[in-house]
């Protein structure tokens, strides 16, 4: 499996399109997989190591800029589509655009039949905070199924990542939807990268 998502991602991967709204999603033709997080996450870095490029994903320096889902298509022809939701916990935002990224990610979790997985990342250094609980509980209310991706694994010490990790992992098996395993990742040092890539090209054959 890690092979064959090596070969996938080493081929054609193209964006495709935002869509501001629901009504401007792609026709549901193959299998999706989401991206989820906190703004500054380090989302846009990750999907960029993931998919072996540099600028696929635009990297902001206003976290929450991105506030539509963004797809990519990988392969040719088309196996499976990554989409970048917008990111979330964004304080600097007014309370009716809080309150659209809400309903948009919501529909989307709910109504979206070809997407099989949801990736949740937390950024290593902090765990999980209050408004990723909401997300989680956003996606058990959904009934997507998702697993958590620790991000900037490389920006903490060993002992400390043990520590995150394990309690990250504590928490998701408290979670209806979420997988039990934690994939830890680094996009700076291509750590975990590979085992990502099987997970995403393992959800998608699903």
């Known amino acids: 499996m890690v092979e064959r998502a090596r070969l996938l991602f080493a081929g054609p991967i193209e964006f495709l399109k935002s869509a501001p709204a629901l009504k401007f999603l792609p026709d549901p033709t193959v299998p999706e997989v989401a991206f ?13 190591a993931l998919t072996g490029r540099k600028s696929l994903a635009r990297t902001s320096v206003t976290p929450g800029r991105t506030q539509e889902l963004n797809y990519f298509e990988v392969g040719e022809p ?60 956003m996606l058990d209310e959904a009934g997507v199924g998702y697993r958590v991706v620790l ?44 085992e990502l890539r099987a997970a995403v090209l393992e959800d998608a054959e699903q």
Not at 36 to 48: E, F, I, Q
Not at 102 to 110: E, M
Not at 116 to 136: F, N, Q, Y
Request: hydrophobic share 40%.
């Open 151 to 194: 991000t900037k694994a490389d920006k903490i010490k060993a002992s400390e990542l043990a520590a995150v990790t394990a309690a990250t992992e504590a928490a998701a098996r408290k979670r209806t939807a979420a997988y039990p395993q934690v994939i830890v990742t680094s996009s700076e040092k291509r750590m975990g990268i590979a």
């Open 36 to 48: 989820a997080g906190r703004s500054n996450v380090g989302k846009s870095s990750l999907l960029n």
């Open 78 to 137: 088309t196996r499976l589509r990554l989409v970048d939701m917008p990111g979330y916990g964004f304080a600097k935002a007014p309370p009716k655009v809080v309150e659209q990224w809400r309903r948009l990610v919501r529909d989307f979790l709910r109504g979206r039949v070809v997407l099989k997985r949801t990736l949740l990342l937390i950024d290593s250094r902090h765990g999980i905070k209050p408004v990723d609980e909401d997300m989680m509980q």
